[in-house]
């Protein structure tokens, strides 16, 4: 009975986008659900909160973010969204390591025994 629902679970969930669009969709909810009720209507697609869920935990930002798109354009597009949260909350680049690591060089050898191969 149990290898019957889990089956059928999996199949649904399959059929429904499996589990990362599961994840997209809760967490436009999450998204569109600190929106207060004036700002909620403007998003209309999932994909459009792809962007705004950075700003999730910082809801002045996140407010400010929509209201710039929607200020400019009556239906934005995910685009849009993008570039409202990168002019609100800029993504600074992490310094990479290195190309060219520096190395310790050795000036001097010790030979500890004569009998070693090397």
Same mark, same amino acid.
């Given at each position: 009975?149990?290898?019957?629902?889990?089956?059928?679970?999996? &199949?649904? %969930?399959?059929?429904?986008?499996?589990?990362?669009?599961?994840?997209? #969709?809760?967490?436009?909810?999450?998204?569109?659900?600190? %929106?207060?009720?004036?700002?909620?209507? *403007?998003?209309?697609?999932? &994909?459009?909160?792809?962007?705004? %869920?950075?700003?999730?935990?910082? #809801?002045?930002?996140?407010?400010?973010?929509?209201?710039?798109?929607? *200020?400019? *354009?009556?239906?934005?597009?995910?685009?849009?969204?993008?570039?409202?949260?990168?002019?609100?909350a800029p993504i600074t680049k992490r310094a990479t390591?290195?190309?060219?690591? *520096?190395?310790? %060089?050795?000036?001097?050898?010790?030979?500890?025994?004569?009998?070693?191969?090397?």
């Amino acid at each position: 009975m149990l290898q019957i629902v889990f089956t059928y679970c999996e &199949s649904e %969930l399959t059929k429904h986008g499996g589990y990362r669009r599961v994840r997209d #969709l809760l967490s436009a909810k999450k998204v569109v659900d600190t %929106l207060p009720e004036e700002l909620r209507e *403007k998003i209309t697609k999932p &994909s459009q909160t792809h962007s705004l %869920l950075r700003l999730v935990k910082t #809801l002045d930002k996140l407010h400010e973010a929509v209201a710039i798109t929607t *200020k400019e *354009k009556p239906f934005p597009t995910a685009a849009d969204f993008a570039k409202a949260v990168q002019l609100v909350a800029p993504i600074t680049k992490r310094a990479t390591k290195s190309e060219n690591p *520096k190395t310790q %060089l050795c000036n001097f050898v010790t030979v500890s025994s004569q009998s070693h191969p090397r």
